[in-house]
């Protein structure tokens, strides 16, 4: 079953994105194993699966995650922190703390102002906390997707998936840049605006960074693009977006270049396998 339901209400709160959502991914719900394949992960193309999560304990009852939950489960667990609204900042650094001290600093009320007045922001971002917090993963399940290969005949070979956590508050970023790995990406609570470019998409028109530990990520600021610098990147009008919801898992395609931006205070998993 396909639907493409609105998301009014983020479409008015999204400025540089011209208030409208256009592209939108498709949202599946009872797809089997062979039309993601065929359809999805073959050609690269993302889609949102809304089914998926429904029975993970970390979406309902006693253990729904909240920002109270993970602060009863692992408030006492030091995590390194990225501060800054990217990490293509310059003034970009990371600190180790532990999570009740970056829920009271980055996502309590009034708590992201420093002494001078600065905005700040702090994320916990790509970390694997649940080989860490059995508890955590007990909230949670690796999708069955994630077994499926482009490759049939590489189906009985076994599947290394790496499972890393996203949390942080209202406004964090992921730049626009790409990962060597499929990804299905678990938003658990909050909402995400995503923007998925082909990864046929010209590397001359992305600008990838001229930085070799950053070649992955591209130099142009997808929220205020210098059209003087990267005239190129104006004209891509060949991508895919969505504002991620609640239970939803988003199927990103390898190499296909993405950008991701916390529109509510969030969290999600990323799930990598290839």
Not at 150 to 166: C, F, H, K
Not at 185 to 214: M, W
Not at 225 to 239: H, I, K, T
Not at 253 to 271: M, R
Request: with cysteine.
């Amino acid at each position: 079953m396909i639907s493409n339901d609105n998301d009014c209400h983020f479409e008015t709160i999204i400025p540089y994105f011209r208030n409208r959502l256009k592209n939108r991914i498709t949202r599946v719900r009872d797809m089997d194993f062979q039309t993601f394949r065929d359809q999805y992960l073959r050609p690269k193309v993302p889609v949102i699966i809304t089914d998926c999560m429904t029975e993970w304990p970390a979406l309902s009852g006693d253990h729904k995650w909240t920002v109270d939950y993970i602060r009863s489960v692992c408030g006492y667990r030091t995590v390194p922190i990225e501060i800054g609204s990217k990490y293509t900042d310059e003034e970009w650094s990371q600190r180790l703390i532990t999570v009740n001290e970056f829920i009271g600093q980055y996502l309590a009320p009034n708590s992201r102002c420093d002494t001078t007045g600065a905005n700040r922001t702090g994320y916990l971002a790509q970390h694997n906390l649940f080989d860490q917090i059995v508890e955590l993963m007990a909230d949670i399940s690796v999708p069955d997707y994630c077994c499926v290969r482009a490759d049939e005949d590489r189906e009985d070979e076994e599947v290394d998936v790496d499972i890393n956590a996203w949390f942080g508050p209202k406004g964090t970023v992921s730049p626009l840049h790409f990962d060597p790995k499929d990804n299905l990406l678990a938003q658990v609570f909050g909402h995400k605006y995503v923007r998925i470019y082909s990864s046929d998409t010209p590397r001359e028109a992305i600008y990838p960074n001229d930085c070799r530990l950053l070649c992955n990520t591209s130099a142009v600021d997808l929220e205020c693009v210098d059209s003087e610098r990267f005239p190129a990147f104006e004209g891509l009008d060949d991508y895919y977006e969505c504002v991620l919801r609640e239970g939803e898992l988003l199927f990103m395609p390898t190499k296909c270049w993405h950008f991701v931006k916390s529109l509510s205070t969030s969290f999600s998993i990323s799930f990598w396998w290839k």
